[in-house]
């Protein structure tokens, strides 16, 4: 089976405002943007991704994504996350009703393709599936096969809402860079420790990133 990601970011100037202790507000952009670079870069490198649509109304974003290979879905002004990923999922399957569909968050810098492939083959087993992030809190990703509607409910305590809306939790071990998003200074030294690509590595090399 192969998948459509759903990317949703929202624009650089207002993203990733939990990393003000670790970056100024003039290099923040530049690491969300590195972040969601390197998530797209690997996440089309995944043999189990068909293709990614990122949803964005962010023109560097959408510039510098589609040169990567992402099919760029304007995000309705306001609406929020799970609109704007309720919105991406139908644009895709509007010209491909049966195609599975996973958000993924734009935040993985770390991301690995093989690991990102098993977690899609396990999704594949169940309608939808998705997988807690590493505090065991939030989700990084959220599945839906053919025919089954995404129905996202991300936000605090996306995990227990996502169980409690009937999808399956994928109890995988070895995901790590599935599971590390960032959105602390301590989120992003787990990262680094992990590997991040390499537009994350040049953009943190700029940052004096404290070891507490």
């Known amino acids: ?4 990601l759903v990317i949703p970011l929202k624009p650089l100037a207002r993203a990733k405002s939990r990393l003000a ?16 670079q390197d998530t797209v870069a690997a996440a089309l490198a995944c ?32 609406s929020g996350l799970n609109a704007a990923l309720r919105h991406g999922a139908a644009a895709v399957r509007a010209s491909r009703p049966e195609s599975p569909v996973a958000a993924l968050n734009a935040d ?7 690991e990102l492939s098993r977690v899609l083959d396990a999704a594949a087993e169940f309608p939808r599936a998705f997988l807690p ?5 939030g989700t990084t990703l959220l599945a839906a096969t053919s025919g089954h509607e995404l129905a996202p409910a991300f936000g605090p305590d996306s995990r227990a809402r996502h169980r409690g809306s009937g999808a399956e939790e994928l109890r995988l071990v070895g995901v790590d860079s599935v599971r590390q998003d960032v959105d602390t200074g301590a989120d992003l030294r787990a990262a680094l420790a992990l ?18």
């Open 195 to 212: 590997g991040v690509g390499p537009r994350t590595a040049a953009v943190a090399a700029r940052l004096l990133i404290p070891d507490q």
């Open 21 to 36: 202790d670790t970056a100024a507000d003039g290099v923040r952009p530049s690491l969300a943007l590195a972040f969601a």
């Open 47 to 78: 043999q189990s991704v068909k293709d990614v649509a990122v949803v964005t109304d962010d023109t560097l974003a959408g510039r510098e994504l589609s040169a990567l290979g992402a099919r760029i879905v304007p995000d309705p002004p306001g």
């Open 108 to 114: 993985l810098p770390a991301l690995r393709p093989l």
């Open 133 to 137: 992030d590493t505090a065991a809190i």
């Open 1 to 4: 089976m192969q998948w459509t």
